[in-house]
């Protein structure tokens, strides 16, 4: 059995990660299973604080060691970005959901009950690979940025809705009566008025292809996002490839419809309006600047140039 360490963001699901700690802090201790723990501290914290966990490990220890966030998928990521490549073999990681969305979770049918998260991990003999992907993004400023994503990178309405949340003073307010969802709510209906079509273009390894009326851009490695929206029904971790939504500004009328569609059944995808690139990599360019998100971190306002590839970690679930 490996030697688990453990980030607990005890921000994660408006304090849901805090809460539920001491029960699975018990439970694994009852399971006689070897862990260590840290709590992150502030936004950002979970990347810097695993890469030096993650580098001040023994060399002959990296092999016998799992990184466990528990936490939201913002969590997941930050320790994917924290630990890559900081050692010659990769550290799996182990997940407990605990945060708002848990779409990472939910696409792996992961459990929050903490009996069955135990019987689970006990049960473990080898990590799986998961599909990931590495993006490199460029800005109108000519700044750089390199990351793994677990989840999406979304341009124009979901990263729209993303920024309003993000510093709206509301779902601070929320969150103190563990309603912070209700902020993405309230802000989507304000974006559904203000948000703009803008022009997209898209190259792949196969096709390339242009959009002057692009509404919502979302390259994404799972099914959902939003906390539970399955916005392409058929994208799967387990397999090795980037699906790209791209939907032209509707109507309200179609664009609520096309959401019903996406809830009940997924045959927005059969709508002239949205367009699904399936690529092992690809090219995404925006104009004018748009909001955009990674793994639902507001990335701000920016002419987006994005690259993507696909990737594999090794993940202890």
């Known amino acids: 059995m490996p030697n688990y360490t453990i980030i607990i963001n005890p921000q994660a699901g408006s304090g849901a990660a805090k809460k539920v700690w001491p029960k699975l802090k018990t439970a694994l201790t009852a399971a006689k299973i070897k862990f260590t723990y840290y709590f992150t501290e502030y936004s950002g914290h979970a990347t810097i604080l695993s890469r030096q966990l993650a580098q001040q490990l023994p060399a002959q220890q990296v092999s016998e060691q799992v990184f466990m966030v528990v936490g939201g998928d913002g969590t997941v990521n930050q320790v994917l970005n924290g630990i890559h490549d900081v050692t010659p073999t990769p550290i799996p990681i182990a997940y407990f959901p605990a945060g708002s969305g848990n779409d990472f979770a939910r696409s792996l049918h992961l459990k929050q009950k903490i009996a069955t998260f135990i019987d689970h991990l006990i049960k473990i003999r080898q ?10 993004i460029k ?3 000519g700044k750089i940025q390199q990351q793994l994503l677990i989840n999406n990178f979304g341009m124009g309405f979901d990263a729209h809705v993303v920024h309003l949340t993000e510093h709206s003073t509301l779902k601070a307010k929320l969150n103190r009566w563990h309603l912070g969802n209700l902020a993405y709510v309230i802000n989507l209906i304000s974006v559904l008025k203000n948000q ?3 022009a997209v273009d898209v190259q792949t390894k196969q096709e390339k292809a242009h959009f002057d009326q692009a509404y919502l851009v979302t ?12 916005i392409v029904p058929t994208a799967d971790p387990h397999i090795e490839e980037l699906d790209l939504i791209i939907l032209e500004k509707p109507s309200l009328i179609k664009f609520i419809g096309l959401f019903i569609l996406m809830l009940v059944n997924g045959h927005h995808l059969n709508s002239p309006a949205v367009h699904l690139f399936k690529t092992e990599q690809l090219q995404v360019s925006c104009q004018p600047a748009q909001f955009g998100q990674m793994d639902g971190e507001d990335m701000g306002h920016h002419s987006f140039q994005l690259n993507a590839t696909n990737n594999q970690y090794p993940f202890w679930i």
């Open 219 to 230: 390259l994404t490695n799972i099914a959902y996002f939003g906390g539970g929206v399955p």
């Open 139 to 141: 800005d109108e400023t």
């Open 127 to 136: 990590p799986s690979n998961l599909n990931i992907f590495a993006v490199q």
């Open 196 to 198: 703009k079509s803008f």
